[in-house]
C-alpha cells in the first residue's frame, strides 16, 4: 500500500481533462492505496481570480470528486487553505530551493506571458505544490502530463532535504494513465485547459444541448479516414481517446467499430456517450447542498491534520526548529 496525494485548481470549470487524466485515476487508486485527494485552492489564487467565484467552484470541484467516485471514507478529501501545514512547510521548502529552477518551470514560463506582471505566489507554486505531496510524505502522485515537471521538481526537493537534514521524505513518483493529455476542442495542438475559451472544452457539468455542440463543432483533420494517429490527426485521435476512455473500450476497437463512417457520425456517437457518462454530475448540482459539500471537506481536514501536524513537527526537529 502506497501514500497517494493530488489536487485539482478550482479555478473555473472542472472539465474531461481533469476527469480523465487525473480524477478516474484517483477513484482506481484508492481501492488498494492510502489517498489524500485535495482541493487546492491556494493554488488556485496564484493567477487573477474573482473571489465571489471562488467558493461556487470549490463546491463543485469537490462535487466532481464525489460522484466521479472518490469515497470521503475510504480516501481523505479535504480544503487546502484549512490545513495550514501546507503553507508552513512550503516556507521551510522553499530555503532550499534555488530560484533558477523555479524560473525553468514550463507551466511558469506559460502562465507570466499570459498574465503579464508575475507575482512570487506564482514562481513559488511548485514549492506549495512539493509541500501538499511531502507534507503526507507521499509516494505516488496521479496527475496529466502537464505536471510532470514539478513532479520532478519536488523529488529533487526532498532529496535535497534528505540529503541536508537527514532521510525523511520517500522520492514521489507521477503516475500517469492513458487520458494524460486530453487535447483542446478548437486546438487539438494544445492540451484542454479551463482558462481557454468555453467551447474548447467539455465541463462536467455542462447540459447536453452544450455538449452536443461542442463535440460536433470539435476542429478536426483534413481528410476522412478515422484513425488513430496523434501526429498526422491530432483531432480525431483526441476524439477516438476520448471516446475509447468513455467506452472502456480499446482504441483499435474503436477504429474499427468506425471504419468507413464519417467524422459526423464518429461525433453524434461520441456526444450521446458524452451526455450520458456526464448525466450523474449534472444531476448532483440539484441534489446536494453547499453546506453539505463543505462539511466533507471540514471533516476531511480534521484528518489531514493529524498527518500533517505530525509530519512537519519531525520536519522541524529535524530542521533545528525545535526549541
Ligand atoms: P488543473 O486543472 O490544472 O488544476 O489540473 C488538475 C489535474 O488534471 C492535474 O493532474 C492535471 O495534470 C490534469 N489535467 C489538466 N488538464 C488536463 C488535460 N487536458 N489532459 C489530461 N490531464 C489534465
Ligand atoms: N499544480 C497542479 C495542477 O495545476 C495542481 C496541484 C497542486 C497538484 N498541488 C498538487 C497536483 C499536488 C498533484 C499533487 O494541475
Known amino acids: 500500500m502506497a501514500i497517494v496525494f493530488s489536487g485539482v485548481r478550482p479555478s473555473g470549470e472542472i472539465h474531461l481533462g481533469n476527469y480523465l487524466g487525473a480524477i478516474k485515476v484517483w477513484v482506481e487508486l484508492q481501492r488498494e492505496h492510502q489517498c489524500f485527494y485535495c482541493i487546492v485552492d491556494l493554488h488556485a489564487i496564484s493567477t487573477p481570480y474573482n473571489p465571489k467565484d471562488l467558493k461556487k467552484n470549490i463546491v463543485k470541484t469537490c462535487l466532481a470528486y464525489l460522484v466521479a467516485g472518490i469515497d470521503s471514507k475510504k480516501s481523505v478529501l479535504f480544503l487546502q487553505s484549512l490545513v495550514p501545514e501546507h503553507t508552513e512547510l512550503a516556507w521551510l521548502l522553499g530555503t532550499l530551493v534555488p530560484v533558477g529552477d523555479l524560473t525553468r518551470m514550463t507551466q511558469y514560463k506559460e502562465k507570466v506571458k499570459k498574465h503579464k506582471q508575475a507575482k512570487a505566489g506564482l514562481l513559488n507554486y511548485p514549492i506549495l505544490q512539493s509541500a501538499d505531496i511531502l507534507l503526507y510524505r507521499a509516494e505516488l ?5 502537464d505536471q510532470i515537471q514539478h513532479i520532478e521538481l519536488c523529488r529533487e526537493i526532498a532529496s535535497r532535504f534528505n540529503r541536508t537534514f537527514g532521510k525523511f521524505f520517500p522520492l514521489p513518483k507521477p503516475f500517469l494513465s492513458e487520458g494524460e493529455k486530453i487535447r483542446s ?8 485547459s479551463k482558462t481557454d475559451n468555453p467551447q474548447s472544452y467539455i465541463s462536467l457539468f455542462d447540459p447536453p444541448d452544450l455538449i452536443y455542440q461542442k463535440i460536433l463543432k470539435a476542429v478536426t483533420d483534413s481528410g476522412k479516414e478515422i484513425r488513430f494517429s496523434p501526429l498526422k490527426k491530432p483531432g480525431i485521435s483526441n476524439l477516438l481517446l476520448i471516446y475509447a476512455l468513455i467506452s472502456g473500450k480499446e482504441i483499435k476497437k474503436v477504429e474499427e467499430d468506425f471504419e468507413g463512417k464519417s467524422y459526423l457520425e464518429l461525433k453524434k456517437s461520441l456526444a450521446e456517450l458524452l451526455i450520458d457518462e456526464l448525466e450523474p454530475f449534472r444531476l448532483a448540482l440539484k441534489e446536494h447542498s453547499e453546506s453539505e459539500i463543505i462539511k466533507v471537506l471540514k471533516e476531511g ?3 489531514a491534520k493529524e498527518v500533517a501536524q505530525e509530519n512537519l ?3 522541524k526537529e529535524l530542521m533545528g526548529l525545535r526549541v
Not at 502522485?141 to 502530463?145: D, Q, W
Not at 476542442?185 to 484542454?192: A, F, N, Q, S, V
Request: glycine share 6%.
Open 313 to 315: 513537527a519531525q520536519v
Open 301 to 303: 481536514a480534521e484528518k
Open 185 to 192: 476542442l478548437t486546438d487539438p495542438t494544445k492540451k484542454m
Open 141 to 145: 502522485v496521479p496527475v496529466g502530463r
